[in-house]
């Protein structure tokens, strides 16, 4: 079984940066896909960013040139670097992990607790 643990969220004024870390372990394919996802009350989960074993990766047109997807393979985490942050990224920030490249797809079988991200303006 897949277990992830987000960590890093908080609160920060618009322009400002954090960093999103997701610790992964359970799983042994070396095929695989990792992915941010947030949620917003009352919207829908949406993708941020995908990253898979290859290195290649997926941004959702709101985040791209501010957002950077990233992943240490020996310490099996995968990062989000946020900056630029805006007021519409309040979001509760999960990960998610999958043998399928569903890249900016909620189809995942695997998700964290989530970590919430609060931008003020």
């Known amino acids: 079984r897949v277990q992830l643990v987000e960590s890093g969220g908080g609160s920060v004024q618009a322009g400002g940066s954090l960093r999103l870390s997701c610790a992964a372990s359970?799983?042994?394919?070396?095929?695989?896909?990792m992915g941010w996802f947030r949620q917003a009350p009352g919207k829908e989960r949406e993708g941020v960013a995908a990253i898979d074993n290859e290195g290649s990766t997926s941004y959702a047109d709101s985040v791209k040139g501010r957002f950077t997807i990233s992943q240490d393979n020996a310490e099996n985490t995968l990062y989000l670097q946020m900056n630029s942050l805006k007021p519409e990224d309040t979001a509760m920030y999960y990960c998610?992990?999958?043998?399928?490249?569903?890249?900016?797809?909620?189809?995942?079988?695997?998700w964290g607790q989530g970590t919430q991200v609060t931008v003020s303006s």
């Open positions: 998610a992990w999958d043998h399928v490249r569903w890249w900016l797809l909620p189809e995942y079988n695997y």
């Open positions: 359970g799983y042994i394919y070396s095929t695989y896909c």
